[in-house]
């Protein structure tokens, strides 16, 4: 499966962005998919992830009670709604896809499959 994240842009903090994951090839129905960001100088950090089904869902403290994930198996997309947005925020958002039918984790290595990012950039 490829991935292909897009939605990103350049917003005022306390505003809102929907980011799309969209998979093209195999089907998406079975992979767990996660976001992780990367700010400049940082590493990789956990955002969210959701398993195939949906019905497991996970966010980072960080976000928790802002960022909600969810997917569209149908339309072969995950998304990343992002509110009340923060200057710490600011870094490319990626999208990963994990073994089929594994569960959602909150770790790098769980994710074989990455999509290219998206710059999310917010101002004051």
């Known amino acids: 499966v490829q991935l292909q994240a897009s939605g990103g842009g350049l917003v005022q903090a306390g505003g809102s962005l929907r980011l799309f994951c969209v998979a093209s090839g195999r089907t998406f129905s079975v992979y767990p998919v996660a976001w992780f960001r990367q700010a400049p100088g940082k590493e990789r950090e956990f955002v969210g992830a959701i398993g195939w089904s949906g019905e497991i869902t996970k966010v980072a403290d960080s976000v928790k009670g802002r960022f909600t994930i969810s997917r569209d198996n149908a339309k072969n997309t995950a998304y990343l709604q992002m509110k009340s947005l923060k200057l710490e925020d600011t870094a490319v958002y990626y999208c990963?896809?994990?073994?089929?039918?594994?569960?959602?984790?909150?770790?790098?290595?769980?994710?074989?499959?990455w999509g290219q990012g998206t710059q999310v950039t917010v101002s004051s």
């Open positions: 990963a896809a994990g073994p089929p039918f594994e569960r959602p984790s909150e770790l790098v290595a769980t994710y074989d499959k």
